[in-house]
């Protein structure tokens, strides 16, 4: 049994972590490495070029540049200069000023992408994406002496793979990934999946009667079925099971599932972790890069016995830092890494009503530690962490209602213990029971 991954996204995380929390380990692949997947999530790329190091990941001002040239960065990302021409982009893996190189967009005279070189989680230029006519072309993936192992056509999709003093032809991902798979031996029995594309073309080019699989649907719904899921029940192959994480499309789709198909459908949801309760301390968090806070000062007048603390990874401008100025409010710019995990930590309601870009999986590491959250429809980073009746519209009479809210439960345990069931049920929030349940005798077999 194995997880196959198309990539390892959040949704590929999730669904790893809810099989840890409920006790089970499945082997993890992913068919695309990006150079920083976790130790435990194999890949081809992993395999065939033997990527493992010690080395910590490439650090913006450890990248080697001629003489004279410089580097320029911010928290967002960076550039390369040889005096007022600039040579290169540089691509962080966050945007949380920590500075870690992903990749570097090298320019052409023109300004436009010539190549790509990509660095994994120990600084290795693991890969390198030619562009051309503005379109990458050609991926190569090298081994730690910088040998090259793997060449993808990009346009066409065929790989190519020197493998034991033999260069082998693949006509797709697919293909590849299966040869891996079998070079591996992998037990195949089962394949959780989680993608309509790449992942269930590997499943599909295995006898139907050779396993069984599950497609675990994260995506949300229209007003039908998609497509390949159609293909799946009026044709014989491994997939046995369809299980839907999404709370609001199991119960509002149901129309939609044929009564008589072979195929079971079933909902899975997603276990979270939650370190600790809500504990009803009169503390609210905002996590934020930008000093666009709607609403904000209205919220700290209806609000003065509850502590609102501002916390930024970068500078804060004077008019965020203005705010420090009310007995109620805490500022923190450039705040540290434990910083804030003291504050997501120590505060029970997190508001999301900041404009710009989300920072620190801010929202999801609220929902983690069952704050209380609440924000604005047209602030929302993270909306299916926060519950409807908790989203409000950008108006003197909602904020109100919001700090009502707030107040409210701040000293109404049953309320807040409501607000949060509800929340967490609104974010297909499961138990570890309801995996072993549905995975438990693939898992034990």
């Avoid at 369809?242 to 199991?250: H, L, V």
């Avoid at 504990?279 to 905002?286: G, M, Y």
């Avoid at 709607?294 to 965020?320: F, R, Y």
Wanted: hydrophobic share 35%.
């Amino acid at each position: 049994m194995i997880n196959l991954f198309e990539t390892f996204d959040s949704a590929s995380r999730d669904l790893l972590i809810s099989e840890k929390i409920a006790g089970m380990t499945v082997p993890s692949v992913a068919m695309n490495d990006d150079g920083f997947l976790p130790e435990e999530v194999d890949s081809p790329i992993k395999y065939f070029c033997h990527l493992k190091s010690n080395h910590r990941p490439l650090y913006f001002d450890q990248i080697h540049i001629p003489h004279f040239w410089r580097i320029m960065a911010n928290a967002q990302g960076g550039q390369i200069y040889d005096l007022k021409t600039k040579k290169a982009n540089i691509v962080f893996l966050n945007p949380d000023n920590s500075r870690t190189v992903r990749e570097i967009q090298w320019l052409d005279e023109n300004g436009n992408i010539s190549w790509v070189d990509r660095y994994d989680s120990h600084a290795t230029r693991f890969s390198k994406v030619y562009y051309d006519n503005g379109q990458p072309s050609v991926c190569e993936y090298y081994d730690l002496t910088g040998r090259k192992v793997i060449e993808q056509n990009l346009r066409s999709g065929d790989i190519f793979l020197n493998f034991k003093g033999k260069k082998r032809h693949f006509n797709d991902l697919p293909d590849f990934v299966l040869f891996f798979l079998k070079e591996k031996q992998y037990d195949l029995n089962h394949i959780i999946y989680n993608t309509l594309n790449q992942s269930l073309a590997v499943t599909l080019r295995l006898p139907a009667d050779s396993g069984e699989d599950m497609l675990v649907w994260h995506e949300r719904l229209g007003d039908e079925l998609p497509g390949n899921m159609g293909f799946l029940m009026d044709n014989d192959t491994r997939t046995s099971t369809i299980a839907f994480q999404n709370y609001e499309d199991w119960q509002a789709k149901q129309d939609l599932i044929p009564k008589d198909s072979k195929i079971k459908f079933l909902y899975l949801g997603t276990i979270y972790p939650h370190p600790r309760s809500n504990q009803l301390r009169s503390q609210v968090l905002i996590l934020t890069n930008s000093d666009q806070i709607d609403q904000l000062e209205n919220l700290v007048q209806l609000m003065p016995n509850v502590t609102i603390n501002i916390a930024a990874v970068t500078e804060m401008s004077s008019k965020l830092l203005a705010f420090g100025d009310y007995p109620n409010v805490e500022v923190y710019p450039q705040v540290s890494h434990d910083k804030v995990i003291e504050l997501i930590t120590n505060c029970d309601v997190y508001l999301d009503i900041n404009q710009g870009n989300e920072i620190l999986d801010a929202v999801r590491g609220a929902f983690e530690q069952n704050m209380l959250i609440l924000g604005f429809h047209n602030t929302l980073h993270e909306p299916k962490f926060v519950a409807k009746q908790n989203t409000y519209d950008n108006n003197s009479e909602a904020v109100r209602l919001m700090a009502q809210k707030v107040l409210s439960a701040l000293v109404k345990p049953q309320l807040m213990g409501d607000l949060i069931d509800e929340q967490r049920k609104e974010a297909s929030d499961v138990l570890p029971k309801d995996y072993q349940t549905i995975l438990g005798d693939w898992v034990n077999e």
